[in-house]
């Protein structure tokens, strides 16, 4: 038979001719094959049997059972009391550092307790600071409840051991206090300065000028800066050419710094020379100055300036006023009214309004009857603007006397009127000053007709003459 399958095996339909070793060997796999089949063939029936068996074990246990149950009861464990096994401190963020005679402090403690039942950790942040004697006190007539921190001595400088107590036990940190420090007398080693916003350029006859300087002092506890109260200058010689050194003292230590001086040129070098004789002459009487009220205006002090820009704003707020300059005064009118002069007696400032100064006698507007004098005929009355009150009650002057005239309020853009200071020199030069020349002979005359000008309280309108050819300004205070 298997020499008749090898010889007769078909393969996709034909006959093919093996060997015996071939044969066995496809025989062998045919009947693996079928015991395979076999295998699962079995298995299939014992997973029916297994799936009948379940079911009819289901529908028994559906079925209401009449059986007696057995009850097992168990032996009754007795449950320990939750008792405190130990507490720690947390002192991350508590104070360790302290000074002879500080306060302790230990905020910021956490006190952890650890149990022996659930919960087994908890936190405590109520506790109270009390020194060892209160504690002892209060343990001994029973009165310890709760939390507390035994404060260490700090009166004596060392490590010290701080107590957390907490029911029957005890938890300690550390603390370092320092020895306190000896207190020194202060005192000055030195002065430093720093110069580098200081002006260190200058010009020979130039004031020094210092602003931007700062003075420190060195003491041996700490540097302190100086306010420019407390230090001196010094200042050089700044009339010729160098290099001099200009000397800041504070107590008795001193520093200097060194600034430069030009060579001033031989322009500039003349004209302060010739303002220089100018000044020389008129100090000694020779020399008469007589000054427009804008030369006036320009020498006179920043306050004056700041009280002629307001006044001269608020005039020209005013509908159709607008102003004129004659050499005594400035006038301001409205068509051809005079509505209000300014003028200087001396150095100050006078208004002149079209107002009448009986009707404020007895008011805080303290006006001068100025009637008597034919140049004040339409400005009746004078104020002297001598203060920043006077100079706001001289506004409230000027809106009356617009009342008066029916002159109606304008939008107007204030300006700035200031008038930087020039020295005599320049307003000669400008024509804004005059210069009379007196000779010995005339000086009695002219010291007379002063004395007469200052006996008077009319200001007349032009220089009055004493002598021939000498002139006297008019009256001023």
């Excluded at 650890?114 to 950790?121: A, H, K």
């Excluded at 300065?193 to 350029?201: A, S, Y």
């Excluded at 608020?314 to 509505?339: D, I, M, P």
């Excluded at 208004?351 to 006006?367: C, E, G, S, V």
Aim: aromatic share 10%.
């Amino acid at each position: 038979m298997l020499n008749q399958l090898v010889n007769t095996i078909s393969i996709f339909g034909k006959e093919v001719d093996w060997d015996a070793g071939t044969a066995m060997f496809w025989l062998l796999i045919i009947q693996g094959i079928l015991i395979l089949i076999e295998i699962a063939v079995f298995c299939t029936l014992i997973l029916r049997s297994n799936r009948k068996n379940n079911k009819s074990n289901r529908e028994q246990n559906s079925q209401p059972q009449n059986q007696p149950v057995v009850i097992i009861q168990q032996p009754e464990v007795k449950k320990e009391p939750r008792e405190l096994i130990g507490i720690t401190a947390d002192t991350g963020v508590v104070a360790r550092e302290f000074k002879v005679g500080d306060e302790f402090n230990c905020e910021g403690l956490l006190i952890n307790a650890d149990f022996n039942q659930e919960p087994v950790f908890e936190s405590i942040v109520e506790y109270s600071v009390v020194d060892e004697e209160s504690f002892e006190r209060m343990s001994e007539a029973g009165e310890v409840k709760g939390c507390y921190v035994i404060k260490p001595d700090l009166t004596q400088p060392g490590k010290k051991s701080v107590a957390v107590k907490y029911e029957n036990m005890t938890a300690y940190y550390t603390i370092s206090v320092e020895p306190e420090q000896e207190e020194h007398e202060r005192t000055l080693l030195y002065i430093t300065l720093d110069t580098d916003n200081v002006q260190k350029e200058f010009t020979e006859g130039d004031a020094l000028n210092y602003d931007g300087l700062r003075v420190t002092a060195v003491f041996n506890t700490e540097p302190t800066e100086l306010p420019v109260e407390d230090y001196s200058v010094l200042a050089p010689d700044m009339s010729k050419e160098g290099n001099p050194t200009v000397t800041v003292v504070y107590q008795d230590k001193s520093v200097g710094y060194r600034i430069t001086v030009n060579a001033l040129p031989e322009e500039e070098r003349k004209h302060r020379e010739a303002q220089l004789i100018e000044e020389e002459s008129y100090a000694a009487g020779t020399l008469r100055y007589d000054r427009s009220f804008e030369a006036r205006l320009i020498q006179s002090d920043d306050d004056v300036k700041r009280w002629y820009t307001d006044i001269k704003n608020e005039l020209l707020s005013f509908k159709k006023v607008h102003n004129r300059y004659s050499w005594k005064r400035e006038t301001y009118k409205a068509g051809r009214a005079s509505v209000a002069k300014l003028a200087f007696r001396g150095k100050t400032m006078c208004l002149y309004l079209p107002l009448n100064a009986a009707d404020f006698a007895d008011t805080k507007y303290h006006l001068e009857d100025v009637s008597g004098n034919p140049s004040n005929a339409d400005t009746p009355s004078m104020y002297r603007i001598k203060s920043d009150r006077r100079a706001k009650y001289a506004l409230d002057l000027i809106g009356m006397a617009m009342e008066k005239s029916e002159l109606p309020r304008i939008e107007h853009i204030a300006e700035d009127f200031y008038m930087p200071y020039e020295g005599i020199v320049e307003l000669i030069k400008k024509g804004l000053v005059k210069r009379n020349i007196k000779s010995a002979e005339e000086e009695a005359f002219f010291n007379q007709g002063k004395a007469e000008a200052a006996a008077t309280e009319e200001e007349p309108s032009e220089p009055q003459e004493i002598a021939p050819g000498i002139f006297v300004a008019p009256k001023t205070e």
